[in-house]
C-alpha cells in the first residue's frame, strides 16, 4: 500500500499516463512507468496496475513487461496504456514506444496477463498516425472502440472479441484545434468517455463534444486553469496532462499527469486526481486541482462543496443559482458521504447552504462515516421561501475531535427536501 492520500496520489515513484477503470466497485489504475529519477529522457521499462477501493490509498499489483507480450524481450519504450472488460475478460492495452500497439488478456483485472495474438493489433505504418496511445470506450450494450493517435486522432470499433478491428480506423474530424502547444495543434493520448448520451473527446486537459462517436467534435476548453489549481500544480499548467475520465459511486472524477511536484521531471512523472461537475448543459466545469486531492476533507477549509462527496444515493448534481453546484432532487432516505474529514473540533458546530420550497420542515441527520453509523447530530431545515433562496443553517454535533467521516442522511414528507450548495465544519484551534 502506498500513498496517505493527496496529490500526488502515490509521489516519487514514476507512476504516470493513468487511466482508471471502476470494476464492481473496485478502481484499478494502468499506468506507465518512469524507471529513473533525473532522466533527460523517458525511460519505461514496463506497464503498471494499481488499485484503490477509497482513490486515498493505492496498492501495486502487478507488473506487466514487455518480455511477456509479442515483442519478447525488454523495452524501455514502455508507453501509454488502457484496459477495460468484456465478457468476464479483461484486456490490456499497450503502447510499445510510437510505433504500434499491442493487447494482452486476463480472467482478472490484475492479470497475469497473457498475447493472445502473438503481433501488434495495431502495427506500425497501418495508419496514417502514430500507433500509439490507445483510449478504450465501452457503450452500455458493450460495443466498444479504440481512439488513438498523435496530433491528429483516430477511432475503430473493435469487434466482440477485443483483440481484432472490425474497420478500417477512421480519422476523427474537429472543427478547432487546440491544446498545450497553442492553437492549431492538438497533442497525444487521446481519450473517449460518454454522459447522457454526449460523447467527450479528449487529449489531456483539453476537450470537445459530439453527439456521435466518430464525430465530428466541437472543441470546448481546457478544464485546467491557473485560478483553480494550487500554486504547487501550476509550473507546466496544461502540459502533458494525460490521463483519464471515470465514475465511481455517483461521482465524477479526472486523472493525470504532473510534472511539478517536488522530485517530478519531464521524464519522471506524478499523477493527480481531481472532482469532475458537468454542467446543465454537458460542459466540463474547470477542475479545483489541489493538494488535498479526493476522498478527504479538512474543516479547516471555509466550505466544503456539497458537490464533492464520495459516495451518494438518491440525489442528483446540478448547477447552482448562486454559483457552483448543488445538490439537489433530495428525498427521503437519500444520504451523503464526505470520508477523511480531518480537524475537527470536538463537539463541532456544523453550517449548511440550503434552499427549501416546500412548506414542510425536513431534517438532516449527521452520522459518523455511513448511513447507519453513530448518529452525531441532527439539523432541521425549515422553508426558506423557494427552490433559489438560499439560507444558512446551523447545529451542533456529538463528536470528538481529530478525523472522521461525515454522512448526511436526510428524512421528511415524500418529495423533494432540500437543495443543499456547501457544508461547514468549526476546526480544531490552531496552536
Known amino acids: 500500500m502506498s500513498g496517505e492520500g493527496g496529490n500526488p496520489i502515490v509521489t516519487g515513484r514514476g507512476l ?23 532522466s533527460s529522457n ?17 496498492e501495486h499489483v502487478s507488473t506487466l513487461k514487455p518480455e511477456n507480450t509479442y515483442w519478447g524481450k525488454p523495452c524501455n519504450q514502455c508507453w501509454a496504456t488502457d484496459a477495460i472488460r468484456r ?10 514506444g510510437p510505433e504500434e500497439i499491442g493487447v494482452v488478456q486476463s480472467d482478472s483485472p490484475r492479470g497475469p496477463w497473457k498475447d493472445p495474438l502473438g503481433k501488434p493489433l495495431i502495427a506500425e505504418g497501418s495508419t496514417p498516425t502514430s500507433a500509439r496511445d490507445p483510449g478504450i470506450l465501452q457503450e452500455e450494450d458493450e460495443t466498444s472502440y479504440i481512439v488513438f493517435g498523435c496530433w491528429n486522432f483516430y477511432v475503430a470499433k473493435l469487434n466482440e472479441n477485443m483483440i481484432s478491428l472490425a474497420e478500417t480506423p ?3 474530424l474537429i472543427d478547432r484545434k487546440m491544446g498545450p502547444y497553442g492553437p492549431g495543434k492538438l497533442d497525444d493520448k487521446p481519450f473517449l468517455h460518454k454522459r447522457n448520451g454526449i460523447y467527450y473527446l479528449s487529449w489531456g486537459c483539453y476537450y470537445a463534444m459530439s453527439d456521435n462517436v466518430y464525430g465530428p467534435y466541437v472543441y470546448k476548453d481546457s478544464i485546467i486553469k491557473a485560478e483553480r489549481t494550487a500554486p504547487e ?3 507546466r499548467l496544461t502540459y502533458d496532462r494525460h490521463g483519464s475520465f471515470f465514475e465511481l459511486r455517483q461521482q465524477s472524477y479526472f486523472i493525470c499527469n504532473d510534472q511539478d511536484w517536488p522530485g517530478a521531471s519531464e521524464h519522471y512523472r506524478d499523477s493527480v486526481i481531481s472532482y469532475v461537475h458537468y454542467r446543465d448543459n454537458g460542459e466540463i466545469e474547470t477542475v479545483d486541482l489541489t493538494r488535498l486531492g479526493v ?80 448518529l452525531l447530530g441532527t439539523c432541521q431545515v425549515p422553508p426558506t421561501g423557494g427552490w433559489t433562496s438560499y439560507k444558512t443553517i446551523s447545529a451542533k454535533l456529538r463528536n470528538v475531535a481529530g478525523e472522521t467521516g461525515i454522512c448526511l442522511v436526510f428524512r421528511g414528507d415524500p418529495g423533494e427536501l432540500l437543495r443543499l450548495r456547501w457544508l461547514s465544519l468549526e476546526a480544531k484551534p490552531t496552536v
Not at 464492481?24 to 533525473?38: E, F, K, M, P, R
Not at 523517458?42 to 482513490?55: G, Y
Open 16 to 38: 504516470c499516463d493513468p487511466q482508471v477503470r471502476i470494476y464492481d466497485g473496485h478502481a484499478y489504475l494502468y499506468a506507465t512507468h518512469d524507471a529513473v529519477h533525473g
Open 42 to 58: 523517458f525511460i519505461m521499462d514496463d506497464w503498471w496496475v494499481w488499485h484503490s477501493d477509497d482513490l486515498v490509498h493505492w
Open 87 to 96: 465478457n468476464n475478460k479483461y484486456f490490456f492495452y499497450f503502447s510499445r
Open 170 to 172: 477512421k480519422k476523427i
Open 233 to 235: 500544480f501550476r509550473n
Open 295 to 374: 476522498g478527504r476533507y479538512d474543516a479547516t477549509d471555509p466550505h466544503l462543496d456539497a458537490a464533492n462527496y464520495f459516495i451518494a444515493f438518491n440525489v442528483k448534481k446540478r448547477e447552482c443559482p448562486e454559483g457552483g453546484f448543488e445538490i439537489r432532487d433530495i428525498y427521503p432516505g437519500g444520504f451523503l458521504i464526505y470520508p477523511n474529514v480531518r480537524n475537527l473540533r470536538a463537539n463541532t458546530s456544523i453550517s449548511f447552504r440550503v434552499a427549501c420550497g416546500n412548506s414542510q420542515t425536513s431534517l438532516i441527520e449527521i452520522h459518523k462515516d455511513r448511513a447507519d453509523g453513530d
